[in-house]
């Protein structure tokens, strides 16, 4: 069965402390991996589609990479409102749904 | 260009129940997508449709029903409600199937 593992769960950085987010991923067929940015009580944010291995895309402070098992987002000089929670989803083989991880809580302190 | 909206935003209903809640994609997208998000976990999927057609449907019981309407608009039901359907229901719109999803944001339900 497709597995999409996120972690941590929760991250505390300062202002300005880079660091990287994980999701690891088993599943068959890989055809996107998928990243979201999600604030208390609201639907997900689209930040990222990846669909092979070696691919990289920025945008701001973030940057997402992709390999043959994991992705990561790695997160450069964060600001406070950069604070929420990042959710990683993959879609794979011929179902059409997305697979998502339960996501990593980011808090950044001023 | 809007982006995808839902309604209602909040919904109380008692055990037993049913519910009605909407959704209208992004102006030319033609796939629709509902997930299920609990507290402090992912959102998980119930179903997708694509041009009317049920094109996916996830491990959910057959209270929940869903449609697509001409104008690419959908309704998802959910029937005989439970405690545990508490949730925020999530709807994402896609160009197609395979695309990537843009969510709205969301009807919170609460079950008493």
């Known amino acids: 069965e497709d597995q999409v593992t996120q972690s941590p769960e929760a991250l505390r950085l300062q202002e300005g402390e880079s660091s990287s987010l994980n999701c690891s991923y088993t599943?068959?067929?890989?055809?996107?991996l998928f990243w979201y940015r999600q604030d208390p009580g609201k639907g997900p944010e689209f930040l990222f589609t990846?669909?092979?291995a070696g691919e990289e895309k920025e945008k701001e402070r973030l940057k997402a990479t992709l390999t043959k098992k994991e992705s990561f987002l790695h997160i450069t000089a964060p600001k406070p409102e950069d604070s929420a929670t990042y959710l990683c989803?993959?879609?794979?083989?011929?179902?059409?749904?997305?697979?998502f991880g339960a996501g990593t809580r980011l808090t950044v302190k001023p | 260009d809007a982006g995808v909206t839902q309604s209602p935003t909040h919904l109380i209903k008692t055990r037993g129940q049913q519910v009605t809640l909407r959704c209208s994609p992004i102006?030319?997208?033609?796939?629709v997508s509902w997930y299920q998000q609990v507290l402090g976990q992912g959102p998980q999927f119930i179903f997708q449709?694509?041009?009317?057609?049920?094109?996916g449907r996830g491990n959910f019981p057959d209270r929940f029903s869903a449609r697509q309407f001409p104008n690419y608009s959908s309704e998802l039901n959910v029937n005989a409600l439970l405690l545990g359907d508490s949730a925020l229901y999530l709807c994402?719109?896609?160009?197609?199937?395979?695309?990537?999803?843009?969510f709205g944001p969301g009807t919170r339900l609460t079950v008493l």
């Open positions: 994402a719109s896609s160009l197609f199937t395979t695309d990537t999803q843009y």
């Open positions: 599943v068959s067929g890989l055809r996107g």
């Open positions: 990846l669909y092979s």
């Open positions: 989803a993959v879609q794979a083989g011929n179902n059409n749904d997305m697979r």
């Open positions: 102006s030319g997208h033609k796939s």
């Open positions: 449709y694509y041009e009317k057609e049920e094109r």
